[in-house]
């Protein structure tokens, strides 16, 4: 098979030959269709994240099953499907409580500590791939649906966790990032006001169309200032920031309201301080939230908001998977708005 294999950190990637894997017991093969290009794999490409070379890169796929090996019973040939972008036991507690973003024995990642979506096929354990919903039409929209794993399903487990419904005032911070602009539109479709904050005015319409009521420059204004303006002197009932460094977080507790919900997605594995106090969060009956990715539970809830016509994922670049160096270059210099894509056998 054809595979776009990265072989040292920060090199561009490679077009190989690789043998077309073969399922092992417990194991499945997909024939790869489009695979997502986000951040989080540019953070490979571009040696930030590290990886065992050789590696196929990759996750967000959109795929179909060719072959099951012994003791799969859950997936056939023909199966549409997508990833689940964590190795997870399947066996400890948190895996049994659905709650397998906290797997106790979490193995790493698909696309970084297994071969991936960059090529033709991808082998994962059986339990790796989530069956797609019989009403998506993923062979039309192949690199739209690879990306609701990621895109979507981190979005719309916030919203659960977060409560957020039309009675709230949403702040995003980093909101003209891939993941900031889904997060205004999953927001905006739970029914709440969404101010976006970026440092990247230019990112701003795209933050309206995704549903941002306000946008905030934060390159010429101080966040808690404003976000205190936009909500009359309030604060925000729920702030997401997936910038999450120490200005950031602190600029987000001085805004947070009564009642308020202040979550943690990004930060990028820093340890970042912030001063608040016990009373602040008593008297106001504050939380401060956490959140990595989803369940498959909630990718399959993300799947399904999808296939009913609810939401809809916003790719804007796709390519063939030999243009897949190019595309990262747009990926890593902030160029694509929204999320990009590779096609297999475009
Ligand atoms: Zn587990």
Partial sequence: MKAMVLTAPDTPFQLLDYPDPVAGEGQAVAKV???????????????????????IIGHEITGEIVETGTDVSDLKVGDAVTAYYYLTCGDCTWCRADR?????????????????GYAEYIKLPANSFIKL????????????????????????????????????????????????????????????????????????????DAGAGTTIDVSSVGLAEALLDATGGMGADVIIDFVAND????EAAKAL?????????????????????????KSGEREILGSRYATRSEVREALEIVARGELWPTVTETCP??????????????????????LMNA
């Fill in 33 to 55: 269709l489009a695979c997502g290009a986000g951040l989080t794999i540019q953070h490979m490409r571009a040696g930030r994240m590290k990886v065992d070379y050789p590696r």
């Fill in 100 to 116: 397998e973003t906290l797997c106790d024995n979490l193995a790493g990642n698909v696309g970084r500590d297994v071969d991936g």
């Fill in 133 to 208: 919903p019989e009403s998506l039409e993923y062979r039309k929209y192949p690199a739209e649906i690879g990306v609701v794993t990621d895109a979507i399903a981190t979005p719309v487990k916030l919203v659960r966790k977060a409560r957020i419904s039309e009675r709230d005032t949403v702040a995003v911070i980093g909101a003209g990032g891939g993941l900031g602009i889904q997060m205004i539109s999953v927001a905006a479709w739970a029914g709440a006001r969404v101010i976006a904050a970026d440092i990247l005015s230019e990112k701003f319409e795209a933050c309206r």
């Fill in 247 to 250: 200005e950031t977080l602190e």
């Fill in 257 to 281: 309201g009564k009642g308020g919900r202040l979550a943690i997605l990004g930060g990028g594995g820093q340890s970042n301080v912030f001063p608040v106090s016990g009373n602040w969060i």
């Fill in 321 to 342: 998977l030999e243009d897949a160096e190019k595309l990262h270059q747009r990926v890593e210099n902030g160029l694509v708005t929204g999320r990009a894509a590779v």
